[in-house]
Every structure is written in structure tokens, then in C-alpha cells.
């Protein structure tokens, strides 16, 4: 039997896919910059910040929960969202061991 898409990548690999999937709009990227500005945040608070319809905040903040970049909890009928801090931290951490293993094709020398 062959091999499943998910058995030809590393751990690593897949896990910034992801995020860089979720990072993947401008809009995404404003909203986290938001997020990091404030303990909290509720849903429409963002969306007079951002600029954007409700329902379309609402899209880019459910992409950026699925990938775990931001945790939420219920407040009567608002969500308050912030960063998930552990999620950041693995994120910087993946994105410089890319990095790492890139930089050996960053000098002169290659190709």
C-alpha cells in the first residue's frame, strides 16, 4: 500500500503549512497585529478596527483558531479573542529552523 500524503512530511513541515496557510491574508496578519495590541478582544471591536464586514472578520478569525495561532472564549453572546502565546512562540521556533536550514543557500556560493 503507498504512502498517505501526511506520511511524506515531517511533523515540522505540516505544522508550518499550517500556519503559514493561516497567515496567508493581509487581513489575518492585521488582525493578529490588533490582537497583540490588546489583552482581548471582542469580535466587533475588530471589525470597526479592521475595516472589514463582521462576516468576513468572523472567516479570517475561525482560519486563524483552526491553526491555534489564536485562543477565544465565550462571554454571554461575545468571544473575545487574544493570541495564543504558545502557539506564537512554536511558530517563531519553526520558522527559524526553516531558516536555519536554509541558510546554507543564502551565500554566493549557490547556484
Known amino acids: 500500500m ?3 500524503k501526511e506520511q511524506l512530511f515531517t ?3 505540516t505544522r508550518l503549512a499550517a500556519y503559514a496557510k493561516a ?4 487581513a489575518r496578519i492585521a488582525i493578529l497585529q490588533q ?3 490588546l489583552d482581548s478582544c471582542v469580535c466587533g471591536d475588530l471589525v470597526t478596527d479592521i475595516g472589514l464586514a463582521q462576516a468576513t472578520v468572523s472567516q ?4 486563524l483558531k483552526k491553526a491555534g495561532l489564536i485562543q477565544g472564549t465565550i462571554e454571554g453572546v461575545r468571544v473575545c479573542y487574544c493570541i495564543n502565546p504558545e502557539a506564537l512562540t512554536l511558530l517563531k521556533k519553526e520558522l527559524n529552523l526553516l531558516f536555519d536550514s536554509l541558510q546554507s543557500c543564502a551565500s554566493d556560493e549557490c547556484c
Do not use: C, Y
Open 60 to 63: 479570517h478569525l475561525k482560519e
Open 35 to 37: 490582537l497583540s495590541k
Open 2 to 4: 503507498g504512502a498517505t
Open 11 to 13: 511533523d515540522h513541515q
Open 23 to 26: 497567515l496567508a491574508h493581509p
